[in-house]
């Protein structure tokens, strides 16, 4: 007699069936993923391999391909796990402590700074920048928020941006980092307008919206006249308006990156011949785009947002496509981000707004940033995976229930085979 299974293994194996969703990646969207890291990879090594006389002229560029490829491998994974199985993690909250904990972790002995500012992490040889996990974490809890509680009903739209600007000033209180503010309180407020399907509820939040805008610019403003005219964002703002004043030293990058788009042209000077990078310090971080501007122009700069444009193409139709809300938010969370980023670095470069610490997405070296856009984008994979998986059953289940209707010879034996495949899954 064949011996009885134990529950447990017979619910781990649900478990394990559960969470695995099967079937093709969205290869547009994969595809045009390795290209815009191929080519940031490239202008890495291009931008860095002055600054790596003392080490390896390839030393940043092996760095980055590390991560990338570590990247890679997490996206492949994350592709293949249930998001619903991710989201629901704790029931939601885990996330948010997650992120509550690793703020925290900027005020204890854990926290390593550089170039005078805390917003790094260092666990033994590993250390990462505290504001990458953060933004997943957020985002991740918010696709639980919305599909739990609902946006609704107007307490609980006040309840969302509640925990939002809680979390936000517990972050800025922490580690001072505005730009991290700017872009996660951005990504909020997409999230909660998004997912509020009654029309005359867009009014009330629009409004709250407008005056927490308001109420966060008079408090900044008096935080900055109250901490004097020395203060580092004080003197950013100036360099932004009067950089000739400032060109030795705030104003440094901000000039340079001027003078790398003018010397670029159309064409640029061609890959590896940009001379401002030996004058721009850090030109493979923050000012990249400067860089591709002075080596490969305004067509190398078209290229670039060609990708980044057709990337955001895709996320959006993901997230348009998706089977339920949480699929739904995830997906406009990653979009909202890397758009907003893109946006930020490129007005950064240019001289629109004054100089803060925004990174270019699969540009920018860095492994936290690379490593969890990477790891985001497996989930948007995911919700791709998902769907496509749901409506193939929920078709395939409308044309057997057609052919029992009618009746026919064979008709069992294709229930048996969906019943069988679903579950599989």
Not at 34 to 56: D, E, H, Q, R
Not at 182 to 187: E, K, Q, R, T
Not at 204 to 228: C, E, K, N, P
Request: net charge positive; glycine share 8%; hydrophobic share 50%.
């Amino acid at each position: 007699m064949k011996k009885k299974k134990a529950p447990l293994v017979r619910r781990m194996k649900e478990f394990v069936k559960t969470s695995v969703v099967w079937g093709p990646l969205d290869h547009n969207l994969f595809f045009t993923i390795i290209f815009l890291n191929v080519y940031g990879i490239i202008m890495v090594y291009s931008a860095s391999y002055n600054n790596s006389i003392t080490k390896n002229y390839s030393y940043f560029m092996n760095n980055q391909l590390k991560n990338v490829i570590f990247g890679f491998a997490i996206m492949i994974v994350a592709s293949y796990v249930n998001y619903h199985r991710i989201v629901r993690l704790g029931w939601g909250w885990f996330w948010l402590l997650a992120a509550v904990a690793i703020i925290a972790a900027l005020k204890t002995p854990l926290a390593h700074s550089e170039l005078g500012a805390t917003r790094w992490i260092k666990l033994g040889p590993v250390s990462f920048q505290a504001a990458e996990p953060i933004k997943a974490a957020i985002i991740i809890f918010f696709a639980y928020y919305v599909s739990y509680w609902g946006l609704n009903r107007w307490y609980n739209q006040v309840l969302a941006c509640l925990l939002a600007i809680a979390l936000l000033g517990f972050l800025f209180f922490f580690s001072n980092n505005l730009s991290t503010v700017i872009v996660l309180f951005c990504i909020c407020a997409v999230i909660i307008l998004s997912s509020v399907k009654k029309p005359d509820l867009y009014w009330y939040f629009l409004i709250g919206l407008a005056l927490i805008i308001i109420a966060a610019i008079g408090v900044t403003v008096y935080l900055l006249m109250h901490q004097g005219a020395e203060n580092f964002r004080f003197v950013r703002i100036r360099a932004w308006l009067h950089p000739e004043e400032y060109a030795a030293d705030e104003g440094l990058q901000a000039m340079q990156a001027r003078y790398a788009i003018g010397a670029g042209g159309f064409w640029g000077k061609g890959l590896g011949q940009s001379l401002i990078k030996f004058k721009l310090s850090y030109s493979y971080n923050d000012f990249i785009l400067a860089i591709i501007c002075e080596e490969l122009g305004v067509f190398g700069v078209i290229v670039m947002m060609t990708l980044f444009g057709y990337l955001l193409y895709r996320i959006y139709k993901i997230a348009q496509n998706a089977w339920d809300i949480e699929g739904k938010v995830l997906a406009i969370g990653v979009f909202t981000q890397i758009a907003l980023q893109l946006l930020i670095n490129v007005m950064v470069v240019t001289s629109v707004i004054p100089t803060t610490g925004v990174t270019l997405p699969f540009f920018s070296a860095g492994g936290t940033s690379v490593v969890f856009l990477l790891a985001e984008l497996g989930m948007v994979l995911n919700v791709d995976k998902y769907a496509k998986e749901r409506r193939f059953f929920e078709e395939a289940e409308r044309h057997v229930a057609q052919m029992e209707q009618r009746g026919g010879i064979g008709v069992a034996g294709w229930r048996r085979r969906l019943d069988s495949a679903r579950t599989r899954r």
